[in-house]
């Protein structure tokens, strides 16, 4: 709040008992302008505004929720937020300490009503003189058009990455088939020695009225000789035919993403194999780490392959913003009809400014980087129905947590308002 109007207010309250009624009258009207000023700017404004108080009820909504969400303040205002947005976890959002510097929690989804966006939301305490929990504000912010422009972007950038690609699988598709085709001389070579040592009759000498006396048959040792030279050069043959598939294989992959293979799995098994898999880099880096498996977690339908990619992906990053000693926490657990893992680290957390463009594209906070890693993750997030969102406290660290469905996930349909007429009859609505 701007230095005037505290002080104005502070003078007002220091006086109060001295205040005649035309005095109160006049301080209120002042303070009525100003909340219809303020109300005025709030409503002005493109992106969502949602007041929380402590224990998540919505105080306040600007017009741009009701135009997001379709939510209209004379139905909304006093009712619980997970009433609207069951996906995040509330009681650790309102719970958050605030201590040790800047906070900043953002999470991305999507809505069908009143209809179709993509949307970003930006969540921070309200912070006052006063010590204790004074609530939330949400913003919404419509990502529609600038996820499509990214969309947009990244294809670019991935045509301009292919044309380095082909000409990187030319190369390595250049190796191999200099190998097989010095192979396949080696073993035309051999066929001809075996030629030349096996008995052929020769057409009759039509001078000397006889045949040719023909050459005598390799023996045993040579016939296994030439047999194992035979299986040599065909072994490394099918070794460099296995390679090309690998490569062709692995180029279509990068530029054809294929669909998840959504099959029932366990999510701790995926999360316990990748940490298996990147203990000798986090050992090598000489960082602790800490699973907080849950033992009750049900099934989920998800493709292991793909969620191992994103588990890498966020593992790697944590890595990279920790020094040695760093702690890596990896969780587990349920929520809104779903399973979700979090990937946890003690680095040095991302300010809240910057916090709000993870996730452009070429935006990243490392000096290395290109900023698509997160990008393909949210991707593949996104194809299983789930969702991510970021936690980061500067000066302690950050917290991506990644939500997955159960089950395929429905539209949700807001309930309608009761009609007054109907309500003041004694009508039950239907």
């Not at 209120?28 to 709030?42: D, H, I, N, P």
Request: with cysteine; net charge neutral; aromatic share 4%.
């Amino acid at each position: 709040m701007p230095g005037s109007k505290s002080s104005f207010l502070d003078k007002v309250l220091g006086r109060l008992d001295r205040l005649d009624a035309g005095g109160l009258q006049a301080v209120v009207q002042r303070l009525a302008r100003e909340r219809s000023l303020l109300e005025t700017v709030f409503n002005t404004i493109e992106d969502g505004v949602l007041v929380l108080d402590p224990d998540g009820r919505i105080l306040f909504l600007n017009r741009a929720v009701t135009r997001l969400l379709g939510l209209e303040p004379d139905t909304t205002e006093g009712q619980p937020i997970t009433a609207h947005l069951p996906e995040l976890d509330w009681d650790r959002l309102l719970n958050r300490d605030g201590a040790g510097g800047p906070r900043g929690f953002r999470h991305e989804f999507e809505v069908e009503f009143p209809r179709p966006r993509f949307l970003r939301l930006f969540a921070a305490p309200l912070e006052t003189e006063t010590p204790g929990s004074h609530g939330v504000v949400l913003i919404l912010h419509d990502a529609t058009e600038a996820r499509q422009k990214t969309f947009e972007a990244i294809e670019s950038e991935r045509m301009q990455a292919l044309t380095l690609l082909a000409a990187s699988v030319a190369h390595e598709i250049g190796n191999p088939l200099n190998a097989l085709h010095i192979h396949l001389q080696l073993m035309e070579r051999e066929l001809r020695k075996v030629r030349s040592l096996t008995a052929v009759p020769l057409p009759r000498d039509s001078s000397a009225g006889r045949r040719a006396r023909p050459q005598r048959l390799p023996g045993p040792d040579a016939l296994e000789y030439f047999a194992g030279r035979f299986e040599q050069y065909l072994a490394v043959a099918k070794g460099e035919i296995t390679r090309l598939d690998y490569i062709v294989t692995q180029f279509l992959e990068a530029i054809r993403p294929s669909p998840p293979q959504l099959q029932s799995a366990q999510l701790n098994e995926v999360v316990r194999a990748t940490c298996q898999l990147l203990r000798p880099e986090l050992e090598n880096r000489g960082l602790i780490v800490e699973e907080q498996l849950s033992s009750t977690l049900p099934e989920a339908p998800f493709d292991p392959a793909q969620l191992k990619q994103v588990l890498v992906n966020l593992i790697k990053n944590s890595m990279q913003a920790m020094t040695r000693g760093g702690l890596l926490t990896l969780s587990t657990g349920t929520l809104a009809d779903g399973v979700w893992v979090s990937v946890a680290d003690t680095g040095g957390g991302i300010p809240p400014e910057q916090l709000q463009r993870i996730g452009e594209p070429f935006y990243t906070t490392k000096k290395k980087g290109s900023g698509l890693g997160l990008m393909i993750v949210r991707r593949i997030i996104r194809e299983h129905g789930g969702s991510i969102d970021i936690d980061s406290h500067v000066g302690h660290g950050t917290t991506v947590r990644v939500w997955l469905p159960l089950r395929e996930r429905r539209t949700r349909l807001l309930q309608a308002a009761p009609d007054p007429a109907a309500t003041a009859s004694g009508a039950i609505p239907p």
